[in-house]
């Protein structure tokens, strides 16, 4: 597809169970970014990876979170042992960045993470 | 501690009338700034942007404008219309060799027909 894609859209999921979110980027994106908007709130910078460079963790919430993305394209964003205060839509972006780029990042639509 | 904030969660305008959107940052690294919209149950889709160089972009109906010793900038939409309604976000980002983006926590525009 032309567009960011992620999946799963939606997922419930117990508390205490681990959960995988996937994040399909645009092809030739460099950058790639993990935020979330939790209800009513704006959005948080997670974790952004550019390139082969070692990833940019710092808004990772707890060490509950990690991200990876293999081979320069598709990333899972992973939460462990989920507590109700996860539940928030999570929300990939990638970017055509490298030194010149405009900035711009596209986002996709987005995982529903409902913990119960 | 919020580096951008918004301190405006909702604005309702009527359709036609000029709307403006105020941000506020913290970090005078910034220096580069973007404009996001966002409809619900939808990923937030690239409105405009401006670098630190400039103090106004203008893109159609959309201009954003930047004053860098307030710390502030503000997009206006003129005339507004009621598919503008959205919550809309502003980005901030510039330590240098990254891009990595601290959002605002969005103002949510309301154009009443």
């Known amino acids: 597809g032309a567009g960011v894609s992620q999946s799963p859209s939606n997922k419930v999921t117990e508390k205490g169970k681990d959960v995988e979110l996937r994040c399909d980027p645009i092809?030739?994106?460099?950058?790639l970014y993990w935020y979330r908007q939790s209800l009513g709130q704006g959005l948080e910078f997670l974790i952004y990876f550019q390139g082969n460079s070692a990833p940019d963790k710092s808004g990772l919430p707890s060490d509950r979170f990690s991200a990876e993305r293999t081979g320069g394209s598709v990333s899972t964003l992973t939460i462990q042992r989920t507590q109700q205060e996860d539940s928030a839509v999570y929300l990939c972006a990638s970017s055509p960045q490298g030194r010149g780029g405009t900035g711009e990042l596209f986002f996709g639509e987005g995982s529903r993470l409902t913990v119960l | 501690d919020q580096q951008v904030k918004q301190n405006s969660p909702s604005l309702s305008v009527q359709e036609g009338r000029i709307s403006i959107l105020n941000c506020d940052y913290t970090?005078?690294?910034?220096?580069?700034f973007l404009w996001y919209k966002k409809y619900p149950a939808e990923g937030p889709t690239f409105l405009i942007s401006?670098?630190?160089?400039?103090d106004k972009n203008e893109d159609g109906r959309f201009t954003v404008f930047l004053n860098k010793s307030a710390k502030h900038l503000s997009l206006h939409i003129v005339p507004s219309q009621p598919g503008d309604s959205a919550v809309y976000f502003c980005?901030?980002?510039?330590?240098?060799?990254?891009?990595?983006?601290?959002f605002g926590t969005g103002t949510r525009l309301k154009v009443l027909a």
């Open positions: 401006i670098s630190s160089i400039k």
């Open positions: 980005a901030a980002s510039g330590s240098p060799g990254t891009y990595k983006y601290i």
């Open positions: 970090n005078s690294m910034f220096d580069y």
């Open positions: 092809s030739g994106h460099t950058a």
